[in-house]
């Protein structure tokens, strides 16, 4: 049996060896996908390693227990760093979930808004309408404030918060349209952040929030694996009989083990947490994070065939929506960047034009070809 078993680790490094080869040769590719997004290449090589030898068990990390040691040990580690990027305390149980950010649209409604009570909602895009159209079906939803009006595209920022109110629920970026909040609400009440798309990107006092909540894919890991964060004390006061995988204290009491983790997608969140803390950490990547950013919108402002499409003090650094004056010259366009190995800034379709993305793994390199091509661009079509 062992011998099998070499030999097929064997067979697997031969091919890996190949893949190897060619990637040095492929040309890079610059990768601005909005989500399932860019991930760090130390991460990706490590991740695949596990594939075939994790942990030097000789096996693959995707066919062992989730309940071994060694697989406890990344579950560990994942929710201790977590804590730590998120400046949390030990009032906080840290949860890696399946069904997604979407998941949590309605079990966070299901665990915090009680049956006479009332959740205020900032709609401020796609999936902040998505979060307060689930709450609804649950309990009471007051909208507090909407950016709709003006396609979402900028921050409604005053708007009256009741200390009535059993949350407050924001989305602190919003992927689609490319706004992100710079400054938290003040409430009385504990305030759910949505933190799907801007997780890890900048400083953040986790502690101002009742709880936070992020699927992995946009900043933090592959899809598959939804971060919750939620300080413990506000759990247990709705008075409803709970589903049990809908019931954060069931999933807290097993340690994220009531049913089998998505265990590949916590392990890469993982490695991309260590690559953080490594490199420097929140402080570090916020620093790099604001001047990609500035770069890219630098050039739009400057470039006279493009123009941003959010107010200017609430636009995203980490999703970069942009249209062209003359939309009939996109096909153009469109064949510059391609042939610059640009990938993944087409706008969202709800939006149209562009969207760069620029998460945490995004090297500035890749922004800098960007910036290239739009001034290339406007060099031959001005
Ligand atoms: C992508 C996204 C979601 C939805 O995530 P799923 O994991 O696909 O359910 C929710 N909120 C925000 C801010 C997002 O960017």
Redesign the pocket.
């Known amino acids: 049996m062992r011998k099998i078993a070499l030999h097929i680790v064997f067979l697997f490094n031969f091919g890996s060896d190949k893949t190897t080869k060619r990637t040095v040769i492929m040309t890079k590719v610059h990768n601005f996908s909005a989500?399932p997004g860019i991930l760090p290449p130390e991460v990706l090589k490590e991740a695949s390693e596990a594939c075939i030898n994790f942990d030097n068990m000789n096996l693959s990390l995707l066919e062992i227990s989730h309940r071994s040691k060694n697989y406890e040990k990344v579950m560990e580690e994942a929710r201790a760093l977590t804590a730590e990027l998120l400046m949390l305390n030990e009032n906080y149980k840290v949860l890696f979930l399946g069904?997604?950010?979407?998941?949590q649209?309605a079990m966070v409604p299901y665990n915090l808004l009680r049956s006479n009570g009332t959740a205020g909602y900032v709609k401020t895009?796609v999936?902040?309408s998505?979060?307060a159209k689930e709450a609804e079906l649950i309990g009471n939803v007051k909208i507090l404030a909407s950016s709709e009006d003006k396609n979402y595209s900028y921050i409604p920022k005053q708007y009256p918060v009741s200390n009535e109110l059993d949350y407050l629920h924001i989305?602190?970026?919003?992927?689609?349209y490319g706004t992100q909040l710079r400054r938290w609400p003040i409430a009385r009440c504990p305030i759910v952040c949505?933190?799907?798309?801007d997780i890890f990107s900048r400083k953040v006092d986790g502690k101002m929030f009742g709880l936070i909540y992020a699927?992995a894919?946009?900043n933090m890991g592959p899809?598959g694996a939804?971060m919750v964060a939620v300080d413990e004390r506000l759990l247990g006061k709705t008075e409803r009989k709970m589903l049990s995988m809908m019931d954060y204290r069931v999933h807290i009491k097993s340690d994220s083990m009531f049913n089998t983790p998505p265990v590949f997608p916590i392990y890469v969140s993982l490695l991309t947490m260590r690559w953080l803390k490594k490199n420097g950490g929140v402080e570090w990547i916020e620093k790099i994070n604001n001047d990609k950013a500035n770069v890219l919108y630098n050039e739009i402002e400057r470039n006279s065939m493009f123009t941003a499409v959010c107010e200017k003090e609430d636009r995203s650094n980490m999703n970069v929506c942009f249209v062209m004056h003359k939309a009939e010259l996109e096909p153009e366009f469109d064949k510059l960047w391609k042939a610059a190995n640009i990938s993944g800034i087409r706008g969202h379709r709800d939006v149209g034009g562009y969207r760069a993305s620029l998460y945490n793994a995004l090297p500035m390199e890749s922004v800098n070809v960007l910036i290239d091509v739009m001034a290339e661009f406007e060099k031959k079509f001005a």
């Open positions: 989500g069904g997604g950010a979407s998941m649209f895009g999936w902040a998505k979060a989305t602190s970026n919003n992927t689609i949505d933190m799907s798309s699927g894919q946009k899809a939804t």
